[in-house]
């Protein structure tokens, strides 16, 4: 998975419980994305970085934050988890002037009770 | 909301035979990607077609890009059980840092 590792890849949590996904990169690329992956929607970007505390929202950015106070880590955090955060969360990693072709890692699955 | 649509939403074929699997878009676009998703895993990047090109060959995939008609198509060829899969189109958009847009997939079923 091109250098990506996200972790943990299962958690099931309860609702109104704070929830922090790590993806750390050894590929050095200055763009991380935090997606979800849901039946019926594919794939959907919550928030994405373009460099070491640069962040900006993505599509479905209500009720999660994110940091990157280094290269290598993207942490996103829920707050607050709610049932519809239930999902599978997949992390990606592109460098600029290649296209933006984007490299995935493995998946982290939350449950939300 | 999704900028790319991929069509059929389900494909099942035999061995050897051909897939073929359809992307529609909105907006303008730099660059229309490719990528396939194994059962669990996460995406693995196929192929890239840029505005400016109409057709593009890698091994035993072709894609073809109309911007008039906002569409495009992946071809699989001689198709294996291997190739079983969800499939993603995804565009860039003209401004903005670097995002892709993503359909909701293709899911082929090749049996052998």
């Known amino acids: 998975d091109a250098g990506i590792t996200q972790s943990p890849r299962h958690k099931v949590t309860e609702t109104g419980t704070p929830v922090t996904l790590r993806c750390h990169q050894t590929e050095n690329h200055r763009y991380m994305y935090w997606y979800r992956q849901d039946p019926g929607h594919g794939l959907r970007l919550i928030h994405y970085?373009?460099?070491?505390?640069?962040?900006d929202k993505g599509e479905v950015s209500d009720g999660y934050s994110v940091s990157r106070s280094k290269t290598e880590d993207f942490l996103l955090t829920l707050e607050s988890a709610t049932s519809s955060q239930t999902s599978v969360y997949f992390c990606?990693?592109?460098?600029?002037?290649?296209?933006?072709?984007?490299?995935f890692g493995p998946g982290t699955r939350l449950t939300v009770l | 909301s999704q900028q790319g649509e991929e069509d059929p939403q389900a494909l099942s074929i035999q061995e050897g035979e051909n897939a073929t699997m359809n992307c529609s878009y909105k907006?303008?676009?730099?660059?229309l990607q490719w990528y396939r998703q194994n059962s669990g895993r996460g995406l693995v990047h196929l192929i890239l077609?840029?505005?400016?090109?109409r057709e593009k060959h890698s091994g035993r995939l072709r894609v073809t890009l109309d911007t008039s008609k906002k569409s495009s198509s992946l071809l699989i060829t001689a198709s294996r059980a291997a190739d079983t899969a969800s499939y993603f189109c995804?565009?860039?958009?003209?401004?903005?840092?670097?995002?892709?847009?993503f359909g909701k997939g293709t899911m082929l079923l090749v049996s052998p």
């Open positions: 995804a565009t860039d958009s003209l401004s903005g840092y670097s995002t892709l847009t």
């Open positions: 970085s373009y460099g070491v505390k640069d962040t």
């Open positions: 990606a990693i592109s460098s600029p002037g290649q296209g933006n072709e984007q490299f």
């Open positions: 907006t303008s676009i730099n660059n």
């Open positions: 077609i840029r505005s400016n090109e």
